[in-house]
C-alpha cells in the first residue's frame, strides 16, 4: 500500500535550517494539491505551506520569508526549506498530498507519519 513518507526533521539551533522531504512509498500515476502542516503541543494542525498542481504556493503569515515549498515532478517529491527557524516551530511537521495510486483508481488524500522539528533557543 502506497504511503507518504517523510524526511529531514531532527533538532536544530534557533537560527538554523532544516529541509524536509516527502514522497510517494510505491509508483503513483499523479499527485497533486501537496501541503506540509504542523502540530506543536498543545495546538491544533495548521497548513504551513502548500503548493497546487499549477504550481501556485501560499504559506502561512508566520513562517513567510523563512519557509518555502517546492516540488521535483520528475521525482514525485516535494520538500519544505526552512530557514531561520524558531523555538516556536518546534512541532510535528506532517506531509499531505492527493495521490492518484493506478489508472483505475480515483485521487485519494494521503497523510505521511509525522517528523518532529525541535527548535532550541
Known amino acids: 500500500q502506497v504511503q507518504l513518507v517523510e524526511s529531514g526533521g531532527g533538532l536544530v539551533q534557533a537560527g538554523g535550517s532544516l529541509r524536509l522531504s516527502c514522497a510517494p512509498s510505491?509508483?503513483?500515476?499523479?499527485?497533486?494539491?501537496m501541503g506540509w502542516y504542523r502540530q506543536g503541543p498543545g495546538n491544533q494542525r495548521e497548513l504551513v505551506a502548500a503548493?497546487?498542481?499549477?504550481?501556485?504556493?501560499n504559506c502561512a503569515d508566520s513562517v513567510k520569508g523563512r519557509f518555502t515549498i517546492s516540488r521535483d515532478s520528475a521525482k514525485n517529491t516535494f520538500y519544505l526549506q526552512m530557514n531561520n527557524l524558531k523555538p516556536e516551530d518546534t512541532a510535528v511537521y506532517y506531509c499531505?498530498?492527493?495521490?492518484?495510486?493506478?489508472?483505475?483508481?480515483?485521487?485519494?488524500?494521503?497523510w505521511g507519519q509525522g517528523t518532529q522539528v525541535t527548535v532550541s533557543s
Open positions: 510505491g509508483k503513483i500515476v499523479s499527485m497533486n494539491n
Open positions: 503548493v497546487a498542481s499549477d504550481g501556485s504556493t
Open positions: 499531505n498530498a492527493d495521490l492518484k495510486v493506478t489508472m483505475f483508481r480515483p485521487m485519494r488524500n494521503y
